[in-house]
């Protein structure tokens, strides 16, 4: 048998080491790996970008700068990292200066901006439509100035440029949470409609109203526009689809919309309050044998600072007041819930401010 004097001066032995303090012991752990550059990606144009660092000054140039800025600003906290942005937006009323006050030194460009007058703002990082390739990326290409393009128009091209603006500004959780809010805004329509046999969608036109000059003209979206998809996606029939061929917004005459004689339809303007619009429509003689007017069908786009039949993230709001629209008796649209709801999820705008600030501009036919 053991001594008892050696079983406790063994028993006090292990309790010292167990005491001994953790900062004693000799611990490694391998430090979190952080990125310092953005990974390589391709752009709108298909071209491979390659940053050396994340952008911190970053100008928005072109044609759509609303669109990108307001895609741009689904990101928290990324705005002090835009320096410049084309002066020329749609509303006065702009949407930008109500999320971020400091919005007005930032629209510091002219329309048609040289690469000289992009390049005295010392970007690292020009965002730009595909559209603008030809424009002005050769003389920014000239002067060592970092481009990215990005294209605006169908929800399939949302989804990677938001992936890619994700990559840019080190925010790519947000990104994938941004694509999941436009996923989950499509489905409150799509997945309502998709069972709907071809005879219960209704025949439907989405036209854009002018009066430039005095000048009345109608003219109808590519096929490959968003106008010409969120139709589809809210249960009707593009009609004028197949017939159309340009590119762009494609002029047609009255005649050929009274051929068409669509079962509902849908007009846009611009620059006025579509609601305004479709009130002269309706008192026109040449419209009253047309179906849509003959069954009080024809309605006024809805928006608020902009009209929500863009390619901006107001897109989801236009589809799911289309699917009310379309299918009242499947898609609901309470406009100041659901109004509330989009900004408090996209841009975490409170009620309050929705309430204050966007409620007193909508337009359009709303509920």
């Known amino acids: 048998m053991f001594n008892k004097k050696v079983i406790f001066l063994l028993a006090f032995s292990i309790l010292l080491s167990a005491c001994v303090p953790v900062s004693n012991t000799i611990i490694t752990a391998t430090p979190p790996v952080v990125s310092t550059k953005p990974k390589i990606f391709t752009d709108a144009a298909g071209i491979s ?4 660092e994340y952008p911190q000054r970053i100008v928005i140039e072109g044609k759509q700068t609303q669109m990108i800025a307001d895609f741009f600003y689904l990101f928290p906290d990324q705005s002090s990292k835009i320096v410049g942005m084309q002066k020329k937006m749609q509303t006065a009323d702009n949407f930008l200066l109500v999320i971020d006050p400091a919005a007005a030194n930032k629209l510091n460009l002219e329309e048609n901006a040289s690469a000289e007058q992009v390049a005295s703002l010392k970007p690292d990082l020009v965002i730009l439509k595909t559209s603008m390739k030809e424009n002005l990326s050769g003389g920014l290409a000239a002067i060592n100035i970092p481009m990215v393009y990005m294209d605006y128009e169908n929800p399939n091209q949302f989804t990677r440029e938001i992936t890619n603006l994700g990559i840019i500004l080190n925010q790519q959780q947000r990104a994938t949470e941004i694509n999941t809010l436009f996923s989950n805004w499509e489905k409150q329509v799509t997945t309502k409609v998709a069972d709907l046999p071809a005879e219960k969608k209704p025949k439907v036109l989405v036209m854009q109203y002018s009066d430039k000059n005095g000048t009345v003209a109608f003219s109808v979206p590519s ?3 968003l106008q010409t998809a969120t139709i589809e996606m809210a249960g009707g029939i593009a009609m004028w689809k197949n017939e159309v061929k340009g590119s762009g917004w494609n002029t047609v005459g009255l005649e050929q919309i009274a051929a068409w004689d669509p079962d509902m339809i849908f007009v846009i303007n611009y620059s006025v309050n579509s609601k305004e619009t479709v009130r002269k429509l309706y008192a026109d003689s040449n419209w009253k044998q047309i179906r849509a007017v003959k069954t009080n069908h024809l309605y006024g786009f809805a928006g608020d600072f902009i009209s929500w039949d863009q390619p901006d993230p107001r897109w989801v709001l236009g589809l799911n007041w289309l ?9 609901a649209f309470n406009t100041e819930k659901i109004v509330s709801q989009f ?6 705008i409170n009620s309050s401010i929705v309430n204050e600030k966007i409620i007193p501009l909508l337009k359009g036919d709303l509920p």
Not at 49 to 52: A, G, T
């Open 49 to 52: 970008v390659n940053l050396s």
């Open 223 to 225: 096929s490959s526009f």
């Open 343 to 348: 900004y408090s999820d996209f841009y975490k």
């Open 323 to 331: 699917g009310n629209k379309i299918h009242p008796d499947l898609v």
